[in-house]
């Protein structure tokens, strides 16, 4: 880009001091030092001048607003791999490319995922509150809080991508006999690697698990996938586990089932009205029936980097006149 005019970049949120450095050299880069998600009118200004707009999973980038772009704006590079918050054909229909951060947050979401399924039925947060309030306790007993061992139980992975396989690997090695629902069958040779039983059925799977956690994409095919329905279907002794979006679960049907005993808990991550969290699982988490995280799968400072510079790989080669490496197209969602 030597030469010509720094094309102007505007970003949602503020990232990593190293990401906006750079973006800063190469770029006529608007920052949002001080981290508050932008208004409504605030996008609409910035669309209407960017010709970069580099969004995170806060922003409804919606047809709306599509809608009122500029005709400078030629690219939505997405600081995040899920683009369920944009609306990838109405940008396409504009002209407008749109790109996200893929395969950098596997590991870090698998780890995460795999933290919750430990602590869940281990009661670890209940244990860590405890002595948390003022570092006092009656002492050791045999029958005080008792959770259930994790060794030999069934885990049911509900969308076996990379996130799910990450998840298959870390679950195999603490002893959890491996299931997976997915769309299509992984290759023989990650079965066989996992020892994995894969189910066609959905519906089959969820009734035979002890453990289920879903790893599988925000796409309109997959709201309330795990609807009242299916969550009836499960064992009353059994958990769910969610690092992937909230709304892949029907939240209501999930907190009247752990309330009526139905389920054993949940370990939770994301919420379906993000960012608010509904009072009743508040109330659950208190009494211990349920861990919730407040988005944090993804968080560590080596993800968020390597997102960081995925963005400005995507800027600098649609810039340079390249076909981006991580555009998404609308008949690929």
């Keep these: 880009m030597a030469g010509r005019k720094k094309p102007l970049v505007v970003i949602t949120r503020k990232l990593p001091d190293p990401v906006e450095t750079r ?19 605030e996008l609409v200004a910035s669309v209407k001048e960017a010709e970069v707009l580099v969004p995170t999973i806060t922003d409804r980038i919606d047809a709306a607003l599509i809608a009122q772009a500029g005709p400078q704006l030629k690219l939505i590079a997405n600081f995040g791999n899920g683009v369920d918050h944009i609306d990838v054909e109405a940008a396409s229909e504009k ?33 860590a509150n405890i002595l948390g309030a003022d570092g006092k306790w009656n002492g050791w007993s045999p029958t005080w809080m008792l959770g259930h ?31 997976y629902h997915n769309r299509n069958r992984v290759m023989p040779d990650i079965e066989d690697e996992l020892e994995a039983t894969y189910w066609e059925s959905l519906d089959q799977m969820l009734a035979r698990m002890d453990i289920i956690s879903v790893n599988c994409p925000s796409t309109p095919a ?36 752990v309330e009526a005993g139905k389920l054993a808990g949940a370990g939770l991550d994301v919420f379906e ?12 988490a208190a009494k211990g029936k349920i861990v919730l995280l407040p988005h944090m799968g993804s968080a560590t400072i080596e993800g968020r980097i390597d997102m960081g510079d995925k ?23």
């Design 23 to 41: 973006m800063r050299e190469l770029f006529d880069t608007r920052l949002n030092i001080d981290d508050k998600p932008l208004t409504q009118p």
């Design 311 to 333: 963005v400005l790989i995507n800027i600098r080669t649609f810039f340079d006149g390249h076909r981006p490496p991580d555009r998404v197209l609308p008949n690929r969602l």
């Design 273 to 284: 009205h993000e960012p608010a969290v509904n009072p009743k699982l508040v109330k659950l």
């Design 222 to 257: 997959t709201f309330h996938l795990l609807s009242a329905r299916r969550l009836a279907l499960m064992q009353p002794t059994s958990y769910i586990v969610n690092t992937a979006r909230g709304e892949i679960i029907d939240e209501k049907a999930l907190i009247e089932m």
């Design 149 to 179: 061992r994790i060794w030999g139980k069934r885990l049911g992975i509900v969308g076996m991508g990379r996130i799910g396989t990450a998840v298959a690997r870390r679950a195999k090695a603490f002893g959890l006999s491996i299931h």
């Design 95 to 127: 002209g407008i490319a749109v790109t996200n951060t893929p395969n950098v947050l596997t590991e870090d979401t698998a780890d995460m995922t795999m933290g919750l399924i430990l602590t869940v039925p281990r009661r670890l947060i209940e244990g």
